[in-house]
């Protein structure tokens, strides 16, 4: 387990980006990786709220993890009468807390290989660590990995995910 762990302190140390004065807005704004999400963001009229004070913790699915979702699914959760179920999908990805990559592997080493993930969208996440990676699992079964973490702005994190992660049906 202590191997597994400095792994993932490594992993964070390598890809921590600060971003003094930016928003999670902002660094998502800044990464072609994440257009999707963006768009989802406006969509759902998300960009003030994660623009506050926060301390918010994103777990940020890239434009990859959205084009697995079948087709016309984005379409579709994008149109405005579908604000309500967009909102519920994007805010089980936002936590009311910030939490670094070293704080999320306390979590799952405080709690015997597993840690439950309360979001402000009240989706229940749970994460592990599968070697050297933390996996997160959602509500309807899906498992997303974090493949960068510790993108740190002025009110949160960032940690780039490679899944969508979906509320209970």
Do not use: W, Y
Not at 10 to 22: E, I, K, M, N
Not at 119 to 147: F, N, P
């Amino acid at each position: 387990m202590k191997l597994r762990l400095a792994a993932l302190a490594l992993l964070a140390t390598s890809t921590v980006a600060l971003a003094d004065g930016h928003s999670i807005v902002d660094i998502a704004v800044g990464s072609a990786d994440h257009t999707t999400l963006v768009a989802a963001v406006q969509a759902a009229g998300l960009v003030d709220t994660l623009n506050g004070a926060g301390p918010f913790t994103v777990f940020a699915p890239t434009n990859d993890a959205f084009a697995k979702l079948p087709a016309g699914t984005v379409e579709g959760l994008l149109a405005p009468e579908a604000k309500d179920q967009l909102t519920k999908i994007l805010t089980c990805h936002v936590v009311g807390a910030q939490a670094m990559a070293a704080d999320v592997a306390k979590m799952i080493a405080d709690g015997s290989g597993t840690a439950t993930i309360e979001t402000l969208g009240g989706c229940k996440l749970e994460a592990s660590l599968d070697g050297d990676m933390v996996k997160i699992k959602d509500e309807a079964g899906g498992m997303a990995t974090v493949i960068a973490a510790d993108l740190a702005g002025k009110n949160g994190v960032v940690h780039v995910v490679d899944a969508v992660l979906l509320p209970a049906s």
